[in-house]
C-alpha cells in the first residue's frame, strides 16, 4: 500500500463496508462524494438489490466501485453464517488492500472491523450511528443479547479500531466505558450531513395543523405512544392530523406490521402514507416533526424537518436532545408518555405565532452546526487523521 500514500485524501483507497446498499444511499451517498471530489478511490462492500436496483445505480453513477457481499446478514446472531460473513470480508480487504476501512452499523462494524485487522489494513474506523434495539429494548432476552453483542464489540474494537465514531455524547461514553475504546479514539459526529439546498424553507401549508413523523415504522420510534396521543386528541375534539411517513423494516425487531399500520389509518387516529423519497415535500404540507423515539443516534428527520423550518416534538432522549433544543427550536417530552406528547403537540397547534419562531430557531441551527459541507469536511479531516496515525505506526 506505500505505493499510494501522499497527502491528503488524494489516491487513497478507501472501502466501505455496509449491510445494505438502501442504507448507504439514502445516509452515505454524499459523503462518499466528497471523498471522490477530494482523489480518494472510494468502494463500497454490501447487499445488494433488496430495495430495488435504484440505489446501486446512483452508487456507481457517483464513481464509487461496488462488491456485493453474499454472506453479511444485519440482523441475528448465527455463528456459522457470521464465521462466513468474516471470510468473505478479509478475502475482500486482502484482494483490496485499502488504505481505510469504514464499517458502519453494528454488524459490519464487528466483522468489517476484525477482517480489516486479519487482513492488515491500518486504518480502521467504525462508525455506530446508534447502539441499536439491542440497547433499547427491555426484558431478559434482550439483556443477555446485549452482553453478546457488548463482548463482540470490545473483541473487535477495543484495541483494534484507528477511530470509533458516534453521534451523541452518551454513546460516545458508552463505547468508551463498556467496550474499552480509548477515549481520544470516540469521535461524535455531527450526523451525516442535512443537504440545505434541497431541504429549504416553506410558508406553512393553509388547513388544520399537520404533526409529521418520518422513519421507518418500529417500535422503538415510540409509533405506539404517537397512536395513542393521537387518539386522546381526537376524543378531546382536537383538529391535528398525524402523518407516518416512512416503510416497515420486517427484519428489525420492533418493526410494526403493516396490516397494524392499515389499522391505525382505518380506525382514523393517524394516517399511515408509506415511504417516499421526496421529504422536502412532507415538511412542505406540515406544521410540526414528531419523533417519541426511545433512543437516537441522531435524528436525520428532525435535523430535515429543522432545515425546512419545523420546529419538532420530540423525546428527552439521547439522539433526539441533540437535534432540538428545548424551546428553542421544539419542545422535548419524557419517552413512552403520551399525555405528555398531547400537550406539546396542543401547545405548538395552538400557538402559530410561536410554532412559527421556533421553527425559523430550528433552521439557523441546521445552518450552524449540521450542514452536509460540514459533516463533509469533518469526515475527510478524521480520515486524514487516522490515515496519519496508521502510516506513523508503519514506518
Given amino acids: 500500500m506505500t505505493e499510494r500514500r501522499r497527502s491528503g485524501m488524494n489516491g487513497r483507497r478507501i472501502l466501505w463496508i455496509v449491510a445494505e446498499d438502501w442504507f448507504f444511499g439514502l445516509h452515505y451517498l454524499p459523503l462518499a462524494e466528497a471523498l471522490v471530489a477530494a482523489g480518494a478511490e472510494v468502494h463500497l462492500a454490501a447487499r445488494f438489490g433488496r430495495r430495488g436496483a435504484g440505489h446501486a445505480t446512483a452508487i456507481a453513477a457517483a464513481g464509487i466501485r461496488v462488491h456485493p457481499l453474499a454472506k453479511l446478514d444485519r440482523t441475528g446472531l448465527d455463528p456459522r453464517a457470521d464465521l462466513g460473513a468474516v471470510d468473505e470480508l478479509t478475502a475482500l480487504c486482502r484482494r483490496l488492500a485499502p488504505d481505510l476501512v469504514q464499517t458502519v452499523a453494528m454488524k459490519p462494524v464487528i466483522y468489517g472491523t476484525i477482517a480489516a485487522r486479519r487482513a492488515g489494513v491500518a486504518a480502521r474506523c467504525a462508525w455506530l450511528p446508534g447502539l441499536g434495539h439491542v440497547f ?216 402559530g405565532d410561536r410554532r412559527r419562531r421556533l421553527g425559523r430557531a430550528a433552521r439557523r441551527r441546521v445552518e450552524n452546526h449540521f450542514s452536509m459541507e460540514m459533516v463533509c469536511e469533518r469526515l475527510i479531516a478524521l480520515y486524514e487523521e487516522a490515515l496519519a496515525v496508521a502510516d506513523r505506526a508503519s514506518a
Fill in 136 to 351: 433499547t429494548a427491555r426484558g431478559i432476552k434482550t439483556w443477555l443479547l446485549r452482553q453478546v453483542v457488548t463482548g463482540l464489540l470490545r473483541w473487535a474494537l477495543g484495541d483494534g479500531v484507528t477511530r470509533a465514531m458516534v453521534l451523541n455524547a452518551d454513546d460516545q461514553q458508552m463505547v468508551a466505558r463498556l467496550i474499552g475504546v480509548p477515549s481520544n479514539r470516540v469521535v461524535v459526529m455531527p450526523g451525516t450531513g442535512v443537504d440545505l439546498d434541497r431541504f429549504t424553507v416553506s410558508e406553512e401549508p393553509a388547513g388544520p395543523i399537520v404533526a409529521a413523523f418520518t422513519g421507518r415504522m418500529l417500535g422503538e420510534k415510540g409509533l405506539v405512544d404517537l397512536v395513542e396521543a393521537a387518539r386522546r386528541m381526537r376524543a378531546r375534539g382536537i383538529d391535528l392530523t398525524v402523518r407516518l411517513v416512512g416503510a416497515p423494516d420486517p427484519e428489525n425487531p420492533t418493526a410494526i406490521p403493516e396490516a397494524t399500520l392499515n389499522g391505525w389509518t382505518r380506525e382514523g387516529a393517524v394516517t399511515w402514507q408509506g415511504a417516499t423519497e421526496d421529504i422536502p415535500a412532507v415538511w412542505r404540507g406540515a406544521h410540526v416533526a414528531v419523533l417519541p423515539s426511545h433512543r437516537e443516534g441522531l435524528s436525520m428527520s428532525l435535523l430535515e424537518a429543522a432545515a425546512c423550518g419545523r420546529p419538532a416534538v420530540t423525546t428527552d432522549v439521547p439522539g433526539c436532545r441533540e437535534a432540538v433544543v428545548d424551546g428553542v427550536t421544539g419542545l422535548l417530552v419524557p419517552p413512552r408518555d403520551p399525555a405528555a406528547l398531547v400537550e406539546a403537540l396542543v401547545a405548538l397547534a395552538t400557538d
